[in-house]
Each structure stands twice: as structure tokens, then as C-alpha cells.
């Protein structure tokens, strides 16, 4: 069993981009720069909002953060997202989610400019990407691509079950794991709460997503042996073995299922260092006019 360490794929991917970004300034380029809104005083995301500005700056981003009020109104939040479409100085435009009951994540998503959207959220984005052309691919499912990638894991022809149908997780990435691309060509099964038999289901996976966000909720009796395992869950459950009292676990039951597997992605320290980098990753390649012009 081998683990695919989020962590060093992180520092060799931020490595690459902080190169890219000198060579930017060099060049006499501007720095990218990623604005990140953030509505009301929700604490996780603050500690998210505060990580993604922290690592900008390790790679030599510019980054504009945008903190507004709870009674934030939605036709605000959408002239703010208009008047930073209009913005040149800044390449990729986040709003950080979930928002206040009172505003429409759909509307938010569909207001931000498509050419900005560096979360991959947008339809436009989507819809290319289903369809293979050049997009911003979400950074979840991306960071998962990428460590694929890095491992030379064949997904070709493989099995490979992802569990979980989310806008941001599961959906696309069931997309890139099906497309013909590598990786990719997966002849993939998508589980939600509905499927039936899903023990059976997934224990015929070579390749298993797990996105389904119930903590430990994949234990060995539905791996195969020799399967590639991929947790994207995140949990903090209470724990008396650490100083904070707390730890994080995943959707998978690593202890036991770790044993059978020829990869898998530990919790903490595997998919979720990713994310954040890829975020990076795609403001890179909207200050690069790479994917759009
Ligand atoms: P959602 O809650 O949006 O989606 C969960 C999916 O799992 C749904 O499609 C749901 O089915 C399905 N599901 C839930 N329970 C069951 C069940 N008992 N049997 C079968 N299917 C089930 O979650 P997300 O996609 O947003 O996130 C999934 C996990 O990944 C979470 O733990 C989240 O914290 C984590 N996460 C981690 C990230 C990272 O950076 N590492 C980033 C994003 C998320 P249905 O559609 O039928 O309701």
C-alpha cells in the first residue's frame, strides 16, 4: 500500500507556480490577483478565506479580500460581483460559500463573469468542461486529477466508483474521471443516497471516490483488494488523544481499509491540501489568459 501525500504535491505544485509568477514580474507582468468574497461572520470560512489569502501570498499572488456584512442584501453582493467583473487588476473572482439564507447561491454563481470564475462553479464552466473543451476545472475534483497524475495511477478502462453526485465534488468529478483524457477513460458508476446494493457496487471498484460525506461511512468489506482509494470527506470528530481535543477523519475507514488498498489518500494530508492549490493553480492560468482571451 502506498499513501498519495497531499502535503508534497501541494509544495511541489506551489513550487511551480511561484516559478511561473517570477517569471511573470520578470517579464514586467502584473502579479495574478484572486479576490475573495466573504458574506457574514460564519467561522469556518473565515479560516478558509484566511488560508487561501495566506497561500496567495506564499506564491506571489496579489490578493483582494472583500468582507462583507451578514445583512448583506443580494442585489449588494451581485453589484459587488459586477463591479469586480469590470475590474481588470483582478484575474479570478471567489465568493465563498454557503451564503446567508437570504441570497441565492445560484444567482451569485451565475453572476460572477465565467472568465473570473476560478472555482469552476459557473455553467459555462461546467458545461465545457462535460464537454472536454478548455475550462476551469473545481478545484476539488482538479486537485484529485492532479494526484492521479503525479502517482502515474492508470485509470484507463478501470472501474471506478465515486460516491456522491455534488455540484463540487462528485458530479464533475465522475465528468473527468469518464472523459477521454488522461486521466480518465474510467468506465465510471455514480452512487447516490438511492443507489441500491452500494456495498456491492463499490467493492467491484478499482478506482473509489469517496464523496458522500458521512464520516467513515466506506469500511473494508466494500474494497477490493488492490483498489485506489480516494477520501475527500472532511469530519472534525472530538478526540482525547489530541491537544485541541478534536481530529479529522474522512468518509473512509482508513485503518481497515488502508491495508487492502495499492493507493490511498490519508485524512488529513491527501485531497484537502489540494484544493486550495488548484484554486491557485487556475488563477494562474486566467492571469495567463490561458483559458479564455
Ligand atoms: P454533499 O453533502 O453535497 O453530497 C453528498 C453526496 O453523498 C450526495 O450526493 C448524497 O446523495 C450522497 N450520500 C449521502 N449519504 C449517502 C448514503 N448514506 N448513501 C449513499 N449516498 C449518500 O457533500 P459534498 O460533495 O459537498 O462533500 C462531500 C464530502 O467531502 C464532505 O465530507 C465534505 O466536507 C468534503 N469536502 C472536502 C473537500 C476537500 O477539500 N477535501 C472539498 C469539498 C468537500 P443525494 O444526492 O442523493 O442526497
Known amino acids: ?171 464533475p468529478i465522475s465528468l473527468l474521471m469518464s472523459r477521454k483524457a488522461k486521466p480518465g477513460n474510467a468506465t465510471v458508476t455514480i452512487c447516490h443516497s438511492r443507489t441500491k446494493n452500494l456495498k456491492e457496487v463499490c467493492s467491484r471498484a478499482d478506482i473509489l471516490i469517496a464523496a458522500i460525506g458521512q464520516c467513515e461511512f466506506v469500511t473494508a468489506d466494500m474494497v477490493k483488494e488492490g483498489a485506489v482509494v480516494i477520501d475527500v470527506g472532511i469530519h472534525r470528530v472530538k478526540s482525547d488523544k489530541t491537544k485541541s481535543g478534536w481530529k479529522l477523519k474522512g468518509d473512509v475507514k482508513f485503518d481497515e481499509v488502508a491495508p487492502k488498498c495499492s493507493f490511498i489518500t490519508p485524512v488529513p494530508g491527501g485531497v484537502g491540501p489540494m484544493t486550495i492549490i488548484s484554486l491557485l493553480k487556475n488563477t494562474l492560468l486566467a492571469a495567463q489568459n490561458k483559458i479564455y482571451n
Open 1 to 171: 500500500m502506498e499513501l498519495i501525500d497531499g502535503k508534497k504535491i501541494n509544495l511541489e505544485v506551489r513550487a511551480e507556480i511561484a516559478k511561473e509568477v517570477n517569471e511573470m514580474v520578470a517579464r514586467g507582468e502584473k502579479r495574478p490577483n484572486l479576490a475573495v468574497i466573504i458574506v457574514g461572520d460564519d467561522g469556518a470560512s473565515a479560516t478558509y478565506v484566511a488560508s487561501k489569502v495566506k497561500t496567495c501570498k506564499e506564491v506571489g499572488f496579489e490578493s483582494t479580500d472583500i468582507q462583507l456584512p451578514d445583512s448583506t442584501t443580494e442585489a449588494e453582493l451581485l453589484a459587488k460581483i459586477e463591479e469586480i467583473n469590470q475590474n481588470n487588476d483582478i484575474d479570478g473572482l471567489i465568493v465563498q460559500l454557503p451564503l446567508p439564507k437570504h441570497i441565492s447561491e445560484d444567482k451569485v454563481i451565475e453572476a460572477i463573469d465565467f472568465k473570473k470564475d476560478v472555482d469552476g462553479f459557473h455553467p459555462i464552466n461546467t458545461g465545457r468542461m462535460a464537454m472536454g473543451f478548455t475550462s476551469y476545472l473545481p478545484a476539488t475534483p482538479a486537485g484529485i486529477i492532479e494526484l492521479l497524475k503525479r502517482y502515474n495511477i492508470d485509470t484507463e478502462g478501470k472501474d471506478c466508483v465515486v460516491l456522491g453526485r455534488s455540484n463540487i465534488v462528485g458530479t
